[in-house]
């Protein structure tokens, strides 16, 4: 069974501390891992898609990685909008479901 | 920027009733997902849809569930006799292929009473 592990379940950062999130799976034929931020009462929002380990992806103050085994997502400097529960989902090949990982929830305070 | 919409926000219930729970995908999307997330849980797969036929669904996705996409732009699940441990956020999503990320809506919450 496809298992997706988040760490930690709570970060607490100042703003302006860079830290990283960690996302690691245990999936056979991995076609997509997918990166998700979540405000409470709202859905995913798409942040980044990984298809092959090596791959990097940055966005703002985001910036994803992958690996065979994990994903990080580091967050550079950030501000108390940063604040949020980010999500890890990967995609099996022959798949069309998401497995999520339990996720992150960041908060940022000033 | 175009975004998946989903009606009712907050739906009550009483138990043994039947829900229909409605949600408008991005316009040139083919593929079709709901999922759910029941309080302090992960986000769960329930079913996805493409070419007017179910593609892929979970255990969860049981004879109570059905999904329908009755025009061009409607994409529907129905609940048909409704238990307290369906009260949860229900999500629908949409994407261009299977491969590419899919887009949420912000959900519809189910309370069963």
């Known amino acids: 069974e496809d298992q997706v592990t988040q760490s930690p379940e709570a970060l607490r950062l100042q703003e302006g501390e860079s830290s990283s999130l960690n996302c690691s799976y245990t999936?056979?034929?991995?076609?997509?891992l997918f990166w998700y931020r979540q405000d409470p009462g709202k859905g995913p929002e798409f942040l980044f898609t990984l298809y092959s380990a090596g791959e990097e992806k940055e966005k703002e103050r985001l910036k994803a990685t992958l690996t065979k085994k994990e994903s990080f997502l580091h967050i550079t400097a950030p501000k108390p909008e940063d604040s949020a529960t980010y999500l890890c989902?990967?995609?099996?090949?022959?798949?069309?479901?998401?497995?999520f990982g339990a996720g992150t929830t960041v908060t940022v305070r000033a | 920027e175009p975004e998946v919409t989903q009606t009712p926000s907050h739906q009550v219930t009483q138990m043994g009733q039947e829900v229909i729970l409605r949600c408008v995908p991005i316009?040139?999307?083919?593929?079709f997902y709901w999922y759910r997330q029941i309080l302090g849980q992960k986000v769960e797969f329930l079913v996805s849809?493409?070419?007017?036929?179910?593609?892929?669904k979970s255990e969860i996705f049981d004879d109570q569930f059905s999904v329908e996409r009755p025009d061009g732009s409607n994409f529907t699940l129905k609940i048909r006799s409704t238990k307290l441990e369906d009260s949860a956020m229900y999500f629908c999503?949409?994407?261009?292929?299977?491969?590419?990320?899919?887009?949420f809506g912000d959900g519809t919450r189910l309370s069963i009473l």
């Open positions: 316009s040139n999307h083919l593929y």
């Open positions: 999936v056979s034929g991995l076609r997509g």
């Open positions: 999503a949409s994407s261009t292929t299977s491969s590419q990320p899919q887009h």
């Open positions: 989902a990967v995609l099996r090949s022959n798949d069309y479901k998401l497995s």
């Open positions: 849809f493409y070419n007017n036929e179910i593609s892929e």
